[in-house]
């Protein structure tokens, strides 16, 4: 093994006296055109010395090409004496002087570039807030840009430097070239891997040609990389090996990783421990073996530089240490303790200039203040905690108000809290009232850490009970500092079994096992996330299906019976295959209703073939590629003539609908949804889950499915990672049901899929579980399965402009919809779909406004009138006396506002939408206090997945059946093709669900 105080021999002869560099790190104090300044001098040359080498910061090769404000430059000949100090001033304390370079290429923001445009491989964005796209270059600024690196190599090698480091990392232009992210070319630049590479090789060529041109045989020429790239498509760790194969047969004389921990995994495939410096070794090639290779990152003390070396780099770069240790190189070859933080007032004696200390703050400490605070900790640990003993009721701030929670203490002891979670989002933030109470108890503390993606909730059950314990005479201050018991995570391996493995919680998942289990057989469901329910927890609770007997005791709405005359005229030519019988039974179907209501008796019509129709028409979609989708026949038949069967049977397991409304969610084009009584999708997610367990299925969480195991072409198990390190291995003898949803919570992987919608922004809100990433999807692809519908995502019109939610405001049936623009005008047929509706909202500037009245607000789903009241004084809902005052708060203008108001109550009055057609209607707008709720479109649906048939089977690429995988839900596609009907995605998960746990346990 090599030790830090070895010398390092590159093949151009040169050599570093010892293992440690200091690595790159901008102080963002240069002059305003980029040249040295003194106090750049007086900082690099306290911190040489003892290290082989000290790396300068990146310097740009062209005037626009910056990253950041107060960058170094090497741009010009005017430069040359400012950086031959800098040089010296390393190279007198007898270190090596490498000098780094580089253009920002699509990350030089012009702000710092004097509003030039930036410019990359190809005009695509980089991944990040406000990012510009940049202007694609040309062959002959490419060749310009070479140039231009080889310029800085002259003006590097005159200025005395010893060496570059080229910067083909951290996104910036070099790195761009080779990443199939940012590089869409199709000629001698980019197209594939080969040709991504040209690049790169050019600048080492040229590189190597100057330092040639001046006789320096012994020029340390270097190559930073970033190993991964976790855009899609984006670099992957074996590319990266391509790459320095090739950079290292041309010839050069060290690699240098960029990333924040020498010992990190992969950020592509995060459940791969394995340090990619292992992946190196393992896969370098011998031309890339014979170039050492340097580490950084988390190298804080002498410890930490011979770990690296041990796992196989060659050198270690410091950076941080080097920023309050400026003597770092010589205490780590002295064995002794570095500094890792710098006292408040220690920054004039370290020689940090201001722009760098004021990104420090996370490196710099009070002393004063620690030390205050940790005497303050130790008082209070040294407390005995003691209670009065008995049951207390505090309050902590959630999501909708006051959390009540009731904490029972003896003595000393917290022994049962318990959350009142029913005026909460519920289901959504049951981890934190599930896991943060047991945590309390288990600890006997509350210093207890939040869940991702249920902080407001964990912080408010925290508080709840810290109130509780002063209520009881405790000391909730000293009990936020208790310390923890220290836990030691033994990663194993556990194996398991059962006939059937259900993989994702939400309906589907829930209506599969259930189904197993009441044939007989034995289920595991996994689920990933603390709490099972998926995205059937987030929805509005609608079903879906068509029950003519029902709904034919209800009064039609004005505009219905003109929205299935309109249907009745659809051209045959709409109709593809064996829809078009089913379009004629309607047509006969329709033709006695008309009968019928022209003669006075105007009910609510529905049947089969109206649903089937809908869905069909709904979801008929053609793409920006000229590619027309619809869903496939068979699917949709059994998804429209079995949705009874799926009601009758949620009936039987304990959900009870509301029999007295025939209602309507957003987009579904008609009145046919069954709603629980109990709001929201949490009814289904309670029930089922509650009737699986007494069964005695089982139900396993925080466990992430991450591969199918396949034995002789059979999906016979799951590989899963749980919590605590564990690795799972669940074998199933019946099948494996995949039921982890669609990908609505991966803006990356819609963006990478999206062929339908002209633009999708990289922060666009959703609706979704964060759970829901397409890993199901990927881990079906892995095994053979084939994709359908991939390119489209419904954009639900209506969601909550700040966090993308959909069941926040007042959300009314779609036929008291009032939707106006930022001019106060309507602009579209508030019944239609969703799609339609959401590409009208970005044609009316993204944001617009449902307006309601105080009628209106009576017919608003899932909410409360402490709810309303509380989203009023939040800003959520807008709240106003008269149309006018309303006008005004919504910043329209009042005339328009109220004129559009009366033409709507007009509509309602005649039942009929001159100018944009709307279907249904039902109140007017007319009685105050009135009311606006902003809405923005966010992601709701993913329409494409994994290929089955009628029995849920996946079909492989080859179109054969994958032996023992199905799958049901948004995980699969086919269905609802290019836009799902509102409505639709509980019935199918509840339909699809029943038939994969069906065929499962029966092993079709």
């Given amino acids: 093994m090599a030790h830090l105080i070895d010398e390092v021999l590159f093949q151009s002869g040169n050599k570093f006296k010892n293992r440690i560099v200091m690595a790159p790190m901008t102080i963002q104090s240069a002059f305003f055109d980029g040249g040295v300044t003194q106090q750049m001098i007086t900082y690099y040359a306290a911190r040489s010395g003892d290290a082989g080498a000290v790396i300068v910061e990146s310097a740009f090769v062209e005037n626009y090409g910056r990253a950041f404000p107060g960058a170094l430059g090497i741009d010009t000949d005017g430069k040359i004496a400012g950086l031959k100090q800098l040089a010296d001033a390393i190279k007198a304390k007898g270190s090596k002087a490498i000098l780094q370079i580089y253009h920002a290429g699509r990350m030089a923001t012009p702000e710092f570039n004097g509003g030039h445009k930036p410019i990359s491989a190809s005009p695509v964005a980089a991944l990040r807030d406000n990012a510009e796209t940049p202007l694609e270059m040309t062959e002959e600024q490419i060749e310009e840009m070479i140039e231009l690196f080889g310029n800085a190599v002259n003006r590097a090698i005159i200025a005395g430097f010893d060496g570059v480091e080229i910067h083909g990392a951290n996104t910036y232009l070099i790195q761009q070239f080779f990443s199939p992210h940012s590089n869409r070319r199709n000629d001698r630049w980019g197209g594939n891997i080969e040709k991504r590479t040209t690049f790169p090789l050019a600048v080492l060529a040229k590189t190597k040609q100057v330092a040639q041109s001046h006789n320096k045989t012994d020029f340390i020429v270097g190559y930073r990389f970033s190993p991964e790239e976790i855009e899609e498509p984006g670099i992957r760790f074996e590319d990266t090996m391509f790459l320095l194969d090739k950079l290292a047969t041309e010839g050069l004389d060290y690699f240098h990783f960029s990333m924040g921990s020498w010992a990190r995994n992969s950020i592509v495939n995060p459940e791969d421990k394995e340090p990619l410096i292992n992946k190196y070794r393992q896969l370098q090639s011998e031309a890339v073996a014979s170039v050492p290779v340097i580490g950084v990152g988390g190298i804080a003390q002498t410890g930490d530089a011979q770990k690296a070396l041990a796992q196989g780099y060659d050198m270690v770069a410091v950076g941080k240490g080097y920023l309050v240790e400026p003597t770092w190189a010589t205490k780590a070859l002295n064995n002794e303790t570095c500094a890792e933080f710098a006292d408040i007032a220690q920054q004039e004696a370290l020689l940090i200039p201001t722009p760098l200390w004021d990104i420090m703050d996370y490196m710099i400490v009070d002393s004063a203040a620690e030390a205050e605070k940790h005497q303050r900790i130790k008082e209070l640990q ?211 209703y008309f009968n019928q209501h022209d003669h006075g008796n105007k009910y609510l019509f529905d049947s089969v073939e109206l649903h089937r129709i809908q869905t069909y028409l709904g979801g008929k979609r053609t793409d920006l590629n000229g590619e027309t989708i619809y869903g496939q026949y068979d699917l949709v038949k059994q998804l429209t003539s079995r949705s009874m069967e799926s009601i009758d049977w949620l009936s039987e397991k304990g959900i009870e609908f509301e029999r007295g409304l025939v209602d309507i969610a957003v987009g579904a084009l008609w009145r046919r949804a069954h709603k629980p009584k109990r709001p929201k999708g949490v009814e289904f997610v309670d029930k089922l889950q509650k009737r699986i367990l007494e069964q005695n299925g089982r139900i396993i969480t925080d466990t992430r499915a991450t591969d199918l195991i396949v034995e002789d072409g059979k999906v016979v198990g799951v590989k899963a990672i749980q919590a605590n390190g564990n690795e799972l291995i669940v ?106 509706l959401a590409d009208s909202f970005f044609d009316n500037g993204g944001t617009v406004y449902m307006i309601a009245d105080a009628e209106i607000r009576k017919t608003a789903a899932n909410t409360s009138d402490e709810t309303i009241a509380r989203e009023i004084s939040e800003g959520i809902i807008l709240e106003a006396d008269t149309l006018e005052e309303l006008a005004d708060k919504i910043g329209v203008p009042q005339a328009e506002f109220v004129q559009t108001i009366k033409q709507y109550n007009t509509c309602v009055e005649q039942g009929h939408d001159p100018e944009f057609n709307k279907s249904a209607f039902g109140l007017k707008v007319e009685q105050g206090p009135f009311y606006a709720t902003p809405r923005q479109p966010s992601i709701h649906h993913t329409m494409g997945g994994l290929k089955i048939d009628t029995s849920t089977r996946v079909i492989g690429m080859d179109g054969n059946v994958i032996a023992g995988l199905y799958a049901a839900g948004e995980v699969t596609g086919g269905i609802h093709a290019g836009n799902r009907l509102g409505g639709n995605a509980l019935i199918d998960i509840f339909t699809f669900g029943r038939i994969a746990g069906e065929s499962a346990a029966d092993l079709v």
């Fill in 731 to 836: 074998k199933a003898s019946h099948g494996v049901v995949m039921t982890s949803g669609g990908f609505g919570a991966n803006t990356q992987m819609i963006k990478k899929y999206n062929t339908y919608w002209k633009n999708i922004a990289d922060d666009i809100k959703t609706t979704n579980s964060p759970a829901l990433v397409g890993d199901g999807i990927e881990m079906g692809e892995k095994v053979g399965a084939e994709l359908v519908g991939m390119g489209f995502a419904q954009l639900m019109p209506i969601g909550d402009p700040k966090s993308g939610a959909l069941l926040t405001g007042l959300i009314v049936p779609p036929e008291n919809f009032v939707f106006v623009n930022q001019k106060g005008k309507r602009f579209v047929d508030e019944c239609g779909t969703r799609d339609k």
């Fill in 382 to 592: 040294g407390i005995e905690i003691r209670f009065q003993p008995g049951t207390y009721t505090a309050y902590g701030r959630g999501h909708n108000g006051d959390l009540p929670v009731t904490v029972t203490f003896s003595e000393d002891e917290i022994l049962e809290i318990v959350v009142d979670s029913s005026r909460e989002s519920d289901g959504i933030a049951n981890p934190a009232f599930e896991r943060i109470p047991q945590q309390i108890v288990d600890e006997q503390t509350l210093n207890i850490d939040v869940i991702s993606g249920a902080t407001v909730s964990s912080q408010a059950v925290i508080d709840g009970v810290s109130n509780a314990v002063d209520l009881a005479g405790g000391h909730s201050e000293a009990l936020r500092v208790k310390a923890r018991k220290a836990v030691e995570w033994i990663a194993q391996t556990i194996e398991e079994s059962a006939d059937v493995v259900v993989i994702g919680g939400g309906g589907a998942g829930l209506s599969a096992a259930l189904t197993a289990l009441d044939k007989g057989k034995s289920v595991i469901l996994l689920e990933k996330f603390p709490a099972i329910g998926g995205n059937t927890v987030r929805t509005g609770g609608w079903v879906n299906a068509a029950e003519p007997a029902w709904q034919g005791d209800f009064a039609a709405l004005a505009g219905e019976k003109e929205t299935l005359m309109a249907l009745a005229e659809t051209p045959e030519s709409e109709f593809a295959g064996e829809y078009l019988d089913d379009f004629r039974t309607l047509k006969s179907q329709l033709d006695d």
